[in-house]
Every structure is written in structure tokens, then in C-alpha cells.
């Protein structure tokens, strides 16, 4: 569309968003959350940058994560998720959170066709702790956002990797409504301390 269009709908938009009749209109925290990341992943990859309103997209889009992160974070992220501890978990290097529900631990990812792939993840939080980063949940867990955006020590991050590969059972038997956050608890604990 044109700057003058553009100009016309953002304005409108944001008056909108930044209103709290807007919450009524969310199907559902989650979904506008991961919505709003796989935006700003599209425009990283895809938006023509001279554009000239693709600043003022970029802002609007980061204002919509930010306000939608924290309704995320208030109404569904720490309800629906386990706080491991390294103090009662020997060998976990950082609190790390798993998900108790199956949509919890997905976390969008856009390739290089636009495609949008979901991976499955633990989340922990950088030394800063101002938002976690993600781990998948795999046979090779790997730092979803980048090992240069992780300010962990190298040996931390094995230690979080060795945790994801040694509980990855448990983790999924965890999301999947199998285990509750009591079990899925003492699973690990038991597991970690036969392995000492």
C-alpha cells in the first residue's frame, strides 16, 4: 500500500491496540503472541526496507509484541508452565521452565520461504532475565534464537542441553498432559539422582 494508506490504517491500529476493548477481541493471548512474533519475523526476512514506512512498521509491530508479551506472560506463560530449579535439580545450570500444556512450548520460526514452522522448546532465561530464550526439544537441543543472543557460559549451555536430551521423555509426557507438574518433578529429580 501507499505511505499515505499505510499512515491512515497504523494510526488507526495502534489507537486501537493500545486500548483495552482490544483484549475482548483476542481469541486468545497465545495466539496473538505467536501471531505478533511470526510478523516480526516476516518482516525481518521479507518487508522491502525502503519502504517509507517500514520504520514505523517495525515500531508498530515491536509495540504490539511488547504489550501482547506482557498479557502472554500475566495470563497464561508462568500458569502453564514448571519451574525447574538448579538448587533441587543437581546438574540443570539455570531455571529453565517446561511447558503442561501441548500449545506451550511452541515457538514459531519462519523459514526462507515465508513457511512458518513450529518447534517445540524449554525456555530459560539469559544473565539479563528481561525474556527467555528457547531450547528445543530434541535428540540435538539447540538455542532456538542464536548462540550469539545467549549470554550464557559455554558449559552452562551443555548442561542445559545434557538436562533437554537425558529428560526429553519427560519433558513431552510433561506437555502432553501426562505427567502433572508434581510428577513430572519427582521424575526428574529421581531420574537426576540415580545418574549421580
Known amino acids: 500500500m501507499g505511505a499515505e494508506e499505510y499512515y491512515s490504517s497504523a494510526k488507526s491500529l495502534r489507537k486501537l491496540f493500545d486500548s483495552f476493548a482490544i483484549i475482548e ?4 493471548p497465545l495466539k496473538c503472541y505467536l501471531e505478533t512474533k511470526i510478523a516480526l519475523q516476516k518482516y525481518a526476512f521479507f518487508l522491502d526496507k525502503n519502504l517509507p514506512y517500514a520504520r514505523d512498521f517495525k515500531n508498530l509491530l515491536i509495540h504490539f509484541f511488547v504489550v501482547i508479551e506482557g498479557i502472554y506472560f500475566y495470563e497464561n506463560y508462568g500458569f502453564f508452565s514448571t519451574r525447574m530449579n538448579p538448587k533441587e535439580n543437581p546438574g540443570l545450570p539455570v531455571i529453565c521452565q517446561c511447558g503442561c500444556l501441548p500449545s506451550w ?3 514459531p520460526m519462519v523459514d526462507s520461504f515465508g513457511h ?3 518447534k517445540r522448546v524449554i525456555r530459560f532465561y539469559n544473565k539479563d532475565r528481561i525474556r527467555p530464550l528457547c531450547m528445543t526439544i530434541s535428540k540435538n537441543p539447540e538455542i532456538l534464537e542464536g548462540r550469539e543472543k545467549c549470554r550464557l557460559t559455554d558449559e552452562q549451555i551443555e548442561g542445559l542441553k545434557a538436562f533437554v536430551r537425558k529428560n526429553r521423555d519427560l519433558i513431552r509426557r510433561h506437555y502432553r498432559e501426562k505427567l502433572d507438574s508434581i510428577d513430572f518433578i519427582r521424575a526428574v529429580q529421581k531420574r537426576s539422582s540415580k545418574n549421580n
Request: aromatic residues 30%.
Open 25 to 28: 477481541e483476542f481469541y486468545t
Open 105 to 107: 512450548p511452541l515457538e
Open 116 to 118: 512458518v514452522i513450529y
